[in-house]
C-alpha cells in the first residue's frame, strides 16, 4: 500500500502563461486523502507564493518516479465543491476562446468566500396577475420558444419597447418554475434598478427570485450564490457575470436588450461576452438562450436569419410611434443661430411645458466643455497620464481626465503663451443645463421657471441618488430632465412629450466599424421615451449630418433598413459577421519599448502565416497615451469560416500582451 500515492490535479487561480500547461499535480497529505473531490478549493504553493486552487481531479499513482518532485498541497478550503462539472466545462470553453489563462477564468466565476455570508433583504412586491390575453403574436412567440425548451437553440425576438416582450418571458418562466427548472435573466448594468426587477417580483414572488447586482457586498453576493446553489431561488437576474451563477437545473437563458455594451467585459480579463458564454452555456445545458432587443446587434440579427420571432406592434396600439423630426444643424448656423438648440427645439420646448409635459433633454458627453484651448497659441489642455484632451466641469470647477479621473485646475493663463484668452469648446451636459437655464430665464420672463435636472455620471454618484431622479421624475417634481445615456435605460417612463437629442453625432465620428450600429441603437432607444403614455410625443434630433443611414433610420423606428445597409458596409470592408477580430494591445510607459514589443509580435504572427488571417499594425491606438502608458494595437483579421484557433496562435507571444477576442470596438 505504501506505494500508492494520491495525487490531485489543481488549477491555480491566477494567470499562468498560455504556452504552460494550466493544470498542476501535487502531492496529497495522508489526514486529507478522502476529503478531496473534483470543483474543491485548496490552497497550493505555487512559486513563491501560496494561493488558491481549484481541484480538476483526484488520481492514484503507484511508481515512485512518478511523484518525485512534487509539492504537497499545504491546506483545503472548501468543504464540498465550489464549482459544477458544467461550470468547469464552460470555463474551459472561454479560456480556449477568449485566450486566457484558465485559473483567472474560473476565478472571474467565483464569488468571494466571505466568513459571514448575509442576506440582503430584498424588499417584497404586492402580487400582480394580468388578466390581458395575449395578442396573436404573443401567443406565437411563446409557443415556438415552449417548443424548443430542451434544446440549446439561440432564439432571437425581436420588438420595440412596449410590444410584450417581457410578458412573453414571463410566460415561459411559468412553465420552467412548475417544471422545477432555473432561469437565468441577463439585463444590462443600467436596468438593474428596482423598477426593472419589481415586474418580476410581483409576478413570481421576491422569494422567487436571487439578485445578482453589482452593488452587492461580497457577503450578500455570497449568500445569494448559496441560495442558488441550493436551489431556492429558481429565477436568477443579474448583469453580465450572472450568466456564471451556479445553477443545478438550467432551463433557460434570457437576456434582454442583447445589444447593450455592457455585455462585453471590456476592462478585465476574461474579455468575454456574456451572449457568446450564455450561447456555450445553453449548449451544455441543452435549454435555450432567448435574446430579446429593439435594436438586435448586426452580429445576431445576421445569424439569426429567418428564424426571427417578431413582435411587430406596440401593444396599446393606439399610441403611435413619437415623431421624429431632424433639423440640419449646419442651416441653424447658416440662419445664424449659434445656441445649442435650434428654433424648433426651443417652440417645443416652450409648447410642452406649456401643456404640462415632461421633457427629456439628450446629449451623450458629461462636463461642461469637451475641449480647452487657448485663442492666441491654440494650445489644448491635455491629462499627463493620457494625452487626451481635457473635460471642463462647473460643478466641480475643474479639468477632468474622462479616462483616467486626474483633475486639474482651471487654467487663468495660457501655459504655453501666458495669454488670457482661453475659450471652452464643446458642449456637455452641464453645458446644455446652463444654456438651457439662460433660455427659460429670458423666454419666460417672471413666469416661475420649471424644475430642471440633471442626470449623468456626475450627478448620480451619491448612493440612492438614481432613486431619487426616478422617484422624481415619476411624481412629475422635474419638468425637464437633462443626461446622458443613464436616462435613456431602465425607466418604463410615461408622459414624455418630448425628447430633445441636443447632438446625435457624439458617436458617430468615432473611427470605428461599428460606430454606426452605436448611434442607431443608443437614439433609438431615446427617442423611444417618449409617448409611452396616451400621446405618441415627439422627437426633436439635431445633427450635422442629417443624411447619414443610421440618423435617418432613427427618423422611421427603422431596424430593417438600417440592419441592410449597415450589414453591406460589414461585407465590404470585412467587419464581423463576415469577419472575426482580435485586438492585441502593447502597453508601456516608454513609447519605443511598447512599440517595439508590438512590432516583434507582427513579425511572429506574419511568420506563423496562417492561411485566411490578416495582421494589420502596430497601429497606435486611438487613445495613444492611457494611465501613463503608450498603447500600440495589432489587428487580427479572420474570414468567419477559416476557424483559426488563436489560442495556438497567440500562446507564444509576450506575457505583457493583452488579448481581446471579439472587441467590441477597435479604439
Ligand atoms: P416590452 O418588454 O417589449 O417593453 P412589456 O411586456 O413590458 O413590453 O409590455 C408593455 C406593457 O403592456 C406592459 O405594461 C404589459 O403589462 C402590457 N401587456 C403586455 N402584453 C399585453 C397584452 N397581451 N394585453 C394587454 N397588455 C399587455
Ligand atoms: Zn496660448
Ligand atoms: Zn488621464
Same mark, same amino acid.
Given at each position: 500500500m505504501s506505494n500508492f500515492k494520491r495525487v490531485i490535479n489543481v488549477i491555480p487561480l491566477t494567470s499562468v502563461s498560455l504556452s504552460s500547461t494550466q493544470i498542476f499535480t501535487y502531492l496529497v497529505p495522508l489526514p486529507m486523502q478522502d476529503l478531496l473531490a473534483p470543483g474543491m478549493l485548496v490552497r497550493i504553493p505555487f512559486g513563491s507564493r501560496q494561493i488558491h486552487g481549484l481541484v480538476s481531479s483526484v488520481e492514484m499513482h503507484r511508481l515512485p518516479s512518478e511523484v518525485r518532485g512534487l509539492k504537497p498541497l499545504e491546506a483545503l478550503a472548501s468543504s464540498t465543491?465550489?464549482?459544477?462539472?458544467?461550470?468547469?466545462?464552460?470555463a474551459n470553453w472561454m479560456a480556449r476562446y477568449y485566450c486566457v489563462s484558465l485559473g483567472l477564468t474560473i476565478k472571474a466565476m467565483l464569488p468571494k468566500f466571505v466568513k459571514r455570508p448575509k442576506d440582503p433583504g430584498l424588499v417584497g412586491y404586492e402580487n400582480f396577475n394580468p388578466d390581458f390575453i395575449l395578442t396573436d403574436y404573443q401567443r406565437q412567440a411563446v409557443s415556438h420558444i415552449a417548443n424548443l425548451l430542451g434544446t440549446g437553440a439561440t432564439i432571437l425576438l425581436n420588438g420595440i419597447t412596449g410590444s410584450g416582450k417581457t410578458e412573453v418571458y414571463m410566460q415561459i418562466i411559468e412553465r420552467l418554475l412548475a417544471a422545477k427548472a432555473q432561469v437565468i435573466i441577463l439585463v444590462p448594468e443600467f436596468s438593474l434598478t428596482a423598477q426593472a426587477v419589481e415586474r418580476f417580483a410581483r409576478r413570481f414572488g421576491i422569494e422567487n427570485i436571487a439578485?445578482?447586482?453589482?452593488?452587492?457586498?461580497?457577503?450578500?453576493?455570497?449568500?445569494?450564490?448559496?441560495?442558488?446553489?441550493?436551489e431556492r431561488r429558481p429565477i436568477i437576474i443579474g448583469p453580465r457575470s450572472a450568466v456564471f451563477a451556479p445553477v443545478r437545473n438550467l432551463g433557460l437563458i434570457i437576456m434582454d436588450e442583447e445589444h447593450d455594451p455592457s455585455f462585453k467585459q471590456y476592462d478585465q480579463q476574461p474579455k468575454y461576452h456574456a451572449r457568446e458564454v450564455a450561447r456555450k452555456l445553453s449548449e451544455i445545458w441543452s435549454c435555450p438562450l432567448l435574446l430579446g432587443d429593439a435594436t438586435p446587434s448586426v452580429t445576431t440579427y445576421f445569424s439569426a436569419g429567418n428564424s426571427v420571432l417578431r413582435l411587430p406592434h406596440r401593444i396599446m396600439a393606439d399610441v403611435g410611434l413619437p415623431k421624429v423630426r431632424i433639423i440640419d444643424m449646419r442651416r441653424e448656423m447658416a440662419a445664424r443661430n449659434f445656441s445649442i438648440f435650434s428654433e424648433a427645439l426651443k417652440s417645443e420646448i416652450v409648447m410642452k411645458l406649456k401643456s404640462g409635459k415632461q421633457i427629456i433633454l439628450f446629449l451623450n458627453r458629461r462636463g461642461a466643455a469637451t475641449f480647452v484651448m487657448c485663442r492666441d497659441c491654440g494650445f489644448v489642455s491635455v491629462c499627463r497620464n493620457c494625452e487626451v484632451p481635457l473635460v471642463h466641469h462647473l460643478s466641480a470647477k475643474n479639468l477632468l481626465c474622462h479616462h483616467c479621473g486626474k483633475k486639474y485646475p482651471l487654467p487663468t493663463v495660457c501655459p504655453s503663451c501666458a495669454s488670457k484668452r482661453i475659450k471652452y469648446f464643446g458642449i456637455g451636459t452641464e453645458a446644455v443645463e446652463t444654456e438651457l437655464n439662460k433660455f427659460l430665464g429670458s423666454e419666460l420672463g417672471d413666469k416661475p421657471l420649471p424644475v430642471v435636472a440633471r442626470m449623468d455620471r456626475d450627478s448620480t454618484s451619491a448612493p440612492g441618488a438614481h432613486r431619487e431622479f426616478y422617484e422624481n421624475w415619476v411624481e412629475g417634481k422635474i419638468q425637464?430632465?437633462?443626461?446622458?445615456?443613464?436616462?435613456?435605460?431602465?425607466?418604463?417612463?410615461?408622459?414624455?412629450? /418630448? &425628447?430633445?437629442?441636443v447632438s $446625435? *453625432? @457624439?458617436?458617430?465620428h468615432l473611427p470605428d466599424f461599428r460606430s454606426n450600429e452605436r448611434t442607431f441603437q443608443t437614439l433609438t432607444q431615446v427617442a423611444g421615451r417618449a409617448g409611452r403614455g396616451a400621446d405618441p410625443g415627439m422627437v426633436i434630433l439635431q445633427t450635422y449630418n442629417p443624411d447619414n443611414y443610421a440618423i435617418q433610420a432613427v427618423r422611421f423606428h427603422d431596424y430593417e433598413t438600417f440592419y441592410?445597409?449597415?450589414?453591406?458596409?460589414?461585407?465590404k470592408f470585412r467587419y464581423?459577421?463576415?469577419?472575426? /477580430? &482580435?485586438?492585441?494591445?502593447? $502597453? *508601456? @510607459?516608454?513609447?519605443?519599448?511598447?512599440?517595439?514589443?508590438?512590432?516583434?509580435?507582427a513579425q511572429r504572427l506574419k511568420h506563423a502565416?496562417?492561411?485566411?488571417?490578416?495582421?494589420?499594425?502596430?497601429?497606435?491606438?486611438?487613445?495613444l497615451k492611457l494611465r501613463g502608458r503608450y498603447r500600440f494595437h495589432i489587428i487580427l483579421r479572420a474570414n468567419s469560416s477559416a476557424h483559426v484557433d488563436f489560442y495556438s496562435l497567440l500562446q507564444d507571444l509576450?506575457?505583457?500582451?493583452?488579448?481581446?477576442?471579439?472587441p467590441e470596438t477597435l479604439l
Open positions: 465543491p465550489v464549482l459544477s462539472e458544467q461550470n468547469l466545462a464552460l439578485l445578482l447586482g453589482s452593488n452587492l457586498k461580497d457577503s450578500e453576493r455570497l449568500w445569494m450564490w448559496q441560495e442558488i446553489r441550493e425637464i430632465m437633462i443626461g446622458t445615456q443613464m436616462i435613456g435605460k431602465g425607466w418604463d417612463v410615461s408622459r414624455v412629450g /418630448l &425628447v430633445g437629442i $446625435a *453625432d @457624439t458617436i458617430l441592410l445597409r449597415e450589414i453591406n458596409e460589414r461585407r464581423p459577421p463576415f469577419t472575426r /477580430l &482580435v485586438k492585441l494591445t502593447f $502597453a *508601456d @510607459t516608454k513609447m519605443e519599448k511598447a512599440l517595439r514589443q508590438a512590432d516583434t509580435a502565416g496562417e492561411s485566411g488571417l490578416e495582421i494589420a499594425g502596430p497601429v497606435p491606438a486611438f487613445i509576450s506575457a505583457g500582451v493583452d488579448i481581446d477576442v471579439d
